[in-house]
Structure formats: C-alpha cells, structure tokens
C-alpha cells in the first residue's frame, strides 16, 4: 500500500453540513477536516449516522456544505457554479455506489462512455476510453452486454470502470461491496486499490473492518466529527465504542 505524502487531490477544511433550521435542525458534519493524496486510499469508517455518506457527496460535489471549503485538485467546490461543478464531477471525479447506478438500456461500453459523451467528447474517442477502462477492470469481453445481462459483481466492474474512465483523479465509493458475495467484494477492492497505486486518490466509506484494511489509513467518524484519523487506534475498538 502506498505511504507516499504527494499532491493533495481532496482537501475538506472544518466542513460544516445543517440539514434544517431551528430546534429540528440537524448536524451531519461539525467541522470535518481532511486531506486525500495521490496515491492513496483512505477509508472512511463510523456508526450508522454518523455523516460518512454526508461526507462523500460533499467531497464530490453533489452536495453543498453549509460552511468549510472543499477542494478538488486546487479549486474550492463551494466557490463554483452548477455547471463547473457538474463539469468537475464529469472530468476529476468518479462514483462507485452499493447499487451500481447503471442505465439498464445502454450496454457496459455506452454505460461508461456516457460521461465522456457528455463532456463534449466525440463518441469514438468516447468509446477507445470506455473499451480502455472496461480492459483494465478485466471484462472488455463484455463491452457490449447490457446490465441485466451480467453479475453483480460484473455490474460493479462496469461502475468502476464509468468511475475511472478518462483522467480521474478521485475516486469516491460508498459501501462499493454491500450488494456482492465475499469474494467478489474482494475483487472489487483489490481494483480501488490497484487504481489508487496508479496514481488517484480514493475515499472508500465502509462499515467493516476487513474493508478499511485496503485503505492506507482510516478516518472514523461519530456524529459527524473526526474521533480519530491517526490509524493507531484499533478499528475494531472504535466501532464498538461508536455503537456504545
């Protein structure tokens, strides 16, 4: 696993996120801070609550905080518009969710083309990029099935591969192997880490310890604040205490 401190890609400094107002508000971050570099994954662990998933759509820019600055590659997200944010979701950052989030009607090869395509891409070059990251997550024999037409674990290779097409530099994914088989999960994480070797930075939310042992170090959260980031304390322990 990679240990080597190189450019920051992702940088959340004291991030705040209120949903509500008043008495009914509620705090699913309270001043988050943390810093993804190239080269590494980081898993992001923490009870049921806790502001994880929160936190990674803040960091890819589907949400907004409600204070704080969140920066991808330089630029802060809070400081752009819809649509640059929307570009630098399509460009710099990709998702691998639990439910795969694949268009049932396109097959594996326009499923991870389509960020391309909607980025200005012409659809050739579009299609050379998704058949190159299809060959990199080992199923390019099945460019041109369509979703109801493979496994889940296959389904999520598709997902990684729409993750990562292009030049992606943040990967973000949230309980990427709750819906698949042990083995299978295994795979899954051994390309998220493989991908973040080559060079991008990852965020990995899971609940399980095995998971985060991918991760070059762990960021647990409790309602909504770092308890710990250091990687000293045993997970196993903070998770207890976390449901306590």
Known sequence: ??????????????????????????????????TAY?????????????GKSTLLTIAGGLDQPTSGSVEVEGPDLVGLGQADRARMRR????????????????????????????DGVRSGKARRDALAALEEVGIADLADRFPDDMSGGQQQRVAIA?????ERR??????????????????????LRARCDAGAAGVLVT?????????????????????????????????????A
């Open 91 to 118: 460009t710099s950052v990709g998702y691998v969710f639990q439910g795969f989030n694949l268009v049932p009607a396109l097959t594996a090869a326009e499923n991870v083309a389509l960020p391309r395509e909607l």
């Open 170 to 191: 943040l990967v973000l994914a949230d309980e990427p192997t709750g819906a698949l088989d042990t083995e299978t999960g295994e795979e899954i994480l051994r390309l």
């Open 207 to 243: 609940h399980e310890a095995r998971h985060a042992a991918w991760a070059d170090r762990v960021v647990f959260l409790r309602d909504g604040v770092v308890v710990d980031e250091s990687g000293s304390a045993p997970v196993d322990d903070l998770l207890e205490a976390g449901h």
């Open 38 to 50: 190239a080269g590494e994954l980081v898993a992001v662990m923490g009870p049921s609550g806790s």
């Open 1 to 34: 696993m990679s240990t080597q401190r190189t450019a920051p890609v992702l940088r959340l400094t004291d991030v705040h996120r209120v949903h509500g107002d008043g008495e009914a508000a509620v705090h699913a971050l309270r001043g988050v801070s943390f």
């Open 162 to 166: 729409r993750a990562i097409v292009g």
